[in-house]
């Protein structure tokens, strides 16, 4: 292993953030899971380096976004980034690249698509904080005071050595690719509060279409929609995994994420697969979700054979 | 002997986490939520390896568990197990209580809303101060943020409902009513809650650090001990 690189970001857009698969054994004390927002395309950017699956990887929200490298490694770009150039030249996402020391890599905010991640080989390296490299904005937690990163600020990535580091040219797959502005379906498994609610609003939650509001972020997105209102009884707050589906009491929904609250006292309705919430985190506000009833077992199944394939399981 | 059949239920909720009720007549007991606590710490150590994170809070206990290790029949047969003996044990032994002592400095410097919450009850502000600080509170589940206990349950007399505009800074320390339920500030964030004083303790200072650093968990029992102006700056208080 060689002295390590750093990448300078000089534009990292309005919410670039270090994320890894989040933190494990902290919620029972209030803090945040965090992790990377879009699991599939976090996991592929690190596949494709040969990198541990957990690796901290780079999550830039929109863009645009410009970085230098100081020394060579190489990296991976996957998510919402199309046009992307290499001191200029245009390179494609979804693959591996090399990168010299002085290198400059951009590009402009995606057509589609939210989030990018940007993997360099071994990962980021920030000073291995007990909680991991995830970073909260919310909470403040995690490396950099939880981001977003600022303008020009630099990140450590540990360096190559060539001759012992022959790695496979990969590329993703076209058919792992996802297309992020294709009508998205929600699963939901009904669950938690899920008969407390009246069938007149059960019906309407699965027959509307739903709009992405504005206040969507990491914590979670609320939706807006045709729903009527519900009265709902005292609830004691429990915990809340990773896609619950809040219902306020003025009937539009909340779908929890990432950088959500540990415990809630809003019934939920259900809880949403996590393979959904993945490329929920790739939507933007404006566009339109619907939510059907899911089959937990069945969801089990495609997730445990997601992470076999990023070996995780 | 084994608890009652119907102490609890065991739900799946999403592919790596079920959630546990319990069973309680109108508000959970906090010999409930101190047996809870306890089910908590036998499952992590009897399960090590099977359960991430473990979050309990009033008369519930959700548990993300590695659900590529295990089915998830095999692992809800486990925690049944294992929290029926916790809960037996809890039954026969009460488990050991923390009790911490929280000073607390009640003022109008401190306390933005003490005048206007003990005006509102028609009370004045010594007696609303006995009130608060009398009975020791019991930690039902900590959230909101790192470190945010929710302790229960104020004095029927001192319920106050969450300001109508939630404050943009509360200081770190302060100590405020939402309903029937007390808390502390750990660090200074945005906040809705009714402030009457503050504390010169650290309540969590592990914003990075171990994570036995927090002064606070579920189950423990806390008082709040009222204090004069000198010696919350003895013991490290701010005012500002």
């Known amino acids: 292993m060689n002295a390590g690189g750093t990448v300078t970001l000089h534009k990292p857009g309005p919410c670039a953030l270090l994320q890894d698969l989040g933190r494990k054994g902290w919620q029972h004390l209030g803090f945040c899971q965090s992790g990377a927002m879009d699991e599939h395309a976090f996991l592929w950017a690190n596949k494709l380096l040969g990198n541990r699956p957990a690796c901290a990887a780079l999550e830039i929200t929109l863009g645009p976004f410009a970085c230098r490298f100081d020394s060579a490694t190489r990296i991976a770009l996957t998510g919402a980034a199309e046009r992307i150039f290499l001191n200029g030249e245009a390179v494609r996402p979804w693959q591996q690249l090399p990168v010299a020391g002085g290198d400059e890599l951009r590009f402009d905010a995606p057509a589609r698509g939210l989030r990018t991640y940007l993997a360099v080989r071994h990962g980021f390296d920030p000073d291995s904080p007990p909680m991991g490299a995830s970073m909260a904005v919310r909470e403040k937690t995690g490396p950099f005071g939880g981001g977003p990163l600022p303008p020009q600020c630099s990140l450590a990535f540990r360096g190559l050595t060539p001759a012992a580091d022959r790695h496979r040219r990969l590329a993703t797959p076209a058919r792992f690719i996802p297309r992020y502005d294709m009508p998205l379906h929600l699963y939901l498994y009904p669950g938690f509060q899920h008969d407390s609610f009246s069938p007149h609003y059960i019906e309407a939650f699965f027959n509307t279409e739903f709009t992405i509001t504005s206040r969507a972020n990491r914590m979670a997105y609320p939706l807006a929609g045709d729903t009527p209102g519900c009265r709902q009884a005292h609830l004691m707050s429990e915990g809340t995994p990773f896609g619950a589906v809040q219902i306020p009491p003025d009937g539009q929904p909340i779908i929890l994420l990432k950088e959500r609250q540990t415990i809630g006292g809003y019934p939920k309705i259900g809880c949403l697969s996590h393979l959904d919430c993945f490329a929920l985190a790739q939507r933007r506000p404006g566009e339109k979700v619907r939510f059907a009833r899911g089959n937990l077992a069945d969801s089990r199944y495609r997730l445990k054979t997601f992470y076999t394939f990023f070996d995780l399981a | ?240």
Not at chain 2, 19 to 43: G, K, N, S
Not at chain 2, 65 to 73: D, L, W
Not at chain 2, 172 to 179: N, T
Request: proline share 7%; hydrophobic share 40%; charged share 20%.
């Open chain 2, 1 to 240: 002997m084994t608890p009652a059949g119907n102490a609890f239920s065991i739900s799946q909720v999403c592919e790596d986490a079920v959630i546990v009720h319990f069973r309680y007549q109108r508000i959970p007991a906090p010999e409930l939520v101190r047996a809870i606590a306890a089910c908590r710490r036998q499952l992590i150590a009897e399960l090590p390896g099977l359960i991430d994170d473990c979050v309990a809070s009033y008369a519930s206990l959700l548990i993300y568990y590695a659900f590529t290790r295990i089915p998830v029949e095999d692992f809800i047969e486990k925690i049944t197990a294992s929290i029926n003996t916790a809960l037996c044990a809890a039954e026969e032994r009460p488990p050991a209580t923390t009790a911490v002592e929280v000073p607390t400095y009640y003022s109008a410097e401190t306390g933005p809303d003490l005048a206007r919450l003990a005006a509102l009850k028609e009370i004045d502000v010594h007696r609303l101060i006995q009130l608060h600080s009398q009975t020791p509170y019991t930690v039902y589940a900590i959230g909101f943020a790192p470190g945010f206990a929710y302790m229960g349950f104020v004095d029927a007399l001192l319920a106050a409902p969450r300001l109508d505009k939630p404050r943009k800074a509360v200081t770190r320390g302060s100590v405020g009513i939402a309903d029937r339920q007390t808390g502390i500030y750990p660090s200074d964030s945005p906040g809705g809650w009714n402030i009457i004083g503050r504390t010169p303790l650290d309540i969590f200072t592990a914003a990075a650090g171990g994570r036995d650093n927090c002064l606070l968990k579920v189950g423990d029992s806390v008082i709040f001990k009222p204090i004069d102006r000198g010696e919350f700056i003895r013991l490290g208080g701010k005012l500002s």
